[in-house]
């Protein structure tokens, strides 16, 4: 590989902010041409300054289409120039409220202060989490790219100025051990060996699994009798060359938070319609239709009681766009969301589960949950057999919220009733008596880029992994 660009994750990621910005920029053209047609149109009868409104809102979303799409040719200019860098990560401030981190170099302990150029949502996309690994492509200097493992989303950040401000980001990082992290792997450049990883103290090696009487709780594990499970060879197997159960389990464990409050109870979906169930009705898209219809009804109840003349145009424009808005979710729910939510219901009440062990990671393109799955009785050297991802079952300000109390453990699978037009199959885990509600399909071992997503998972790390304690961090 001769420069970022090459990953192609990295070049999808960048034609995705350029599109976005294509279409900020339309869509902006678009609502100031309308809002100025109308107002002409109607300038004998509209009010004056009626059109402010979506003229300011068509202002806005030209400008910021404007400096996305400055932002992305920036983009690409360093992307087409350097290469990518793995560098340990720590992210100064509380969740939603801080776009500063700081960068460590991976041969020693010169850090560099950054400030993300990007909205706090845009950043969340990237913000690296318990022994967090971001990518970086540019100079410290002056300014670069920034992207989660795997080469996107991407954001642009610059050095954080001022000295006193830099030393103490530097220390509020150097408090959190970023020192001390391991050095990750990096991404072009020449392939080291990982390094080992000690036996986690915690990792739970179920060796006997009790059978009941009746198999009618999804929650006991047994040995599957009537569901299809995957093919399992008995041929010798050549030694694994990706992460084994006892590298994830021990990143797991780093990843790893404190138990918080315990889940709002809601309806067993093995009881009750899918429907009577919350996680199912929101993945559904229900709560966004209802609303988006509230807003409807709202906007009629007002129209009714005779707005004055001056009022006509702003509420005709708020009517329009959550006319717009019910539409578009009505859509999403008829054609997505409803398939999805009978499917995974019909999953989650198949009987005769099959047993598997986890690893609870989180994937750094925005933090979402992910269960990696072994074999039952397998060792801590063997190589995982599947990859689920999962809906953050939390609130919005607390996703993590009812997600396993353990970074591993056993699980009972169900599923492998409906498949996906590739072959995967609809499956769904249930851990500690609860449903997890995945937001894919079970992807298998040996398809077309697990590799990757493992490595995006757990980022491999260098032979030598630490800075040593004596090292002084030098600012860049």
Known sequence: MTCALDV??????????????????????????????????????????????PLALGTISLLGGAATLFGARRMRRTLGTGTWSAHPAATVGGKGHATSLVLRAPDGPETWPLAAVATRQRYELVRPGPDGVLWWCGDPRVGGVLAAPGGGPLIWAKPLRGERVRRRIVALAEAQGLLHRPAPRQPQGPAVEPAHVQEPSVVLEPSVVPEPAHVQDPTVVQA???????SVSTDPRPPVSGPTYAVLAAHAQ??????GKAPRPEADVREVSWWRVRSLRSIAGVTSVLIALGFCAAMGAVALTGPS??????????????????????????????????????????????????VLLYDPHGGAPVLVFFSMHGGLDE??????????????KHPRRGLPALPVGPAGLHGWRDLTRNGDAFVVPWIDGRPLWPSGPYREAGGKGFPALLDRLAPPVEAHTSTSSSSKPRIT
Do not use: C
């Open 309 to 358: 003349e001056r009022d006509m145009p702003k509420l005709f424009f708020a009517g329009a766009v959550s006319l717009a808005g019910l539409v578009f979710s009505g859509y999403r729910m008829l054609t997505a969301g409803l398939p999805t939510a009978r499917v995974l219901a019909r999953a989650a009440t198949t009987f005769t589960p099959v047993p598997r062990r986890y």
């Open 8 to 53: 192609e994750e990295t070049a999808r990621a960048l034609e995705r902010t350029r599109r976005r910005a294509v279409w900020l920029i339309v869509a902006g053209l678009v609502t100031i041409a309308v809002a100025g047609g109308l107002g002409l149109l109607f300038a004998d009868t509209w009010p004056r300054g009626a059109v402010n409104l």
């Open 254 to 259: 780093r990843q790893a938070e404190p138990p």
């Open 383 to 396: 190589a995982p057999e599947g990859v689920l991802p999962l809906v953050p079952p939390g609130p919005p």
């Open 224 to 230: 599957p009798t009537a569901v299809h499970e995957p």
